[in-house]
T-cell receptor
């Protein structure tokens, strides 16, 4: 399995500010994804982080609000921009590791609260 | 119709009993199926994967897949209070490429 380090683990932010979440995987991975999980809900895919090119966003998510970088195979960042209280959620980095098929592993998550 | 459906629960079982968690999916050509366990405040943890019809056992966990009925289940034998968590079913379907689609999760409560 892949070990995924995600930071920060939690943050409390003011409305209108931005937060960048970092995700580091301990081995080369084929795919990296960012999910959001709102309280009491299941996981919603935000985007696929593509190495060296623009991320692929799901319906309802846009690059201006959630810019994503993936400069290499093992690292990605998600920025939550111009935050509002509706962005309060858990954000999860995930990866599909090479050699273990399509299994998806998750980082520990970032609990974001926006005041 | 949701692509992956689960009963939200809570499913309450006494300690030592068998917990049965069910999941149905809509994409008939789905290929890969996963069960994740998520404790409150934690991230999902992969506990089982299954790719072909039938049963797959791993310790106290058994995953069952029936592609004709578009149904996948997870049985937990000898349930323990530490099994109390939300269980997420996830499916990789033809339409979704290589990405997982998650169900809403079933909350399991194992009572001592």
């Amino acid at each position: 399995s892949a070990v995924i380090s995600q930071k920060p683990s939690r943050d409390i932010c003011q409305r209108g500010t931005s937060l960048t979440i970092q995700c580091q995987v301990d081995s080369q991975v084929t795919m990296m994804f960012w999910y959001r999980q709102q309280p009491g809900q299941s996981l919603t895919l935000i985007a696929t982080a593509n190495q060296g090119s623009e991320a692929t966003y799901e319906s309802g998510f846009v690059i201006d609000k959630f810019p994503i970088s993936r400069p290499n195979l093992t690292f990605s960042t998600l920025t939550v921009s111009n935050m509002s209280p509706e962005d309060s959620s858990i954000y999860l980095c995930s990866a599909q590791a090479a050699g273990v098929g399509e299994k998806l592993f998750f980082g520990s998550g970032t609990q974001l609260s926006v005041l | 119709q949701k692509e992956v459906e689960q009963n939200s629960g809570p499913l309450s079982v006494p300690e030592g009993a068998i917990a049965s968690l069910n999941c149905t999916y809509s994409d008939r050509v789905s290929q890969s199926f996963f069960w994740y366990r998520q404790y409150s405040g934690k991230s999902p943890e992969l506990i089982m994967s299954i790719y072909s019809n039938g049963d797959k056992e791993d310790g106290r966990f058994t995953a069952q897949l029936n592609k004709a009925s578009q149904y996948v289940s997870l049985l937990i034998r000898d349930s323990q209070p530490s099994d109390s968590a939300t269980y997420l079913c996830a499916v990789i379907g033809f339409r979704a490429g290589n990405m997982l689609t998650f169900g809403g999760g079933t909350r399991l409560m194992v009572k001592p």
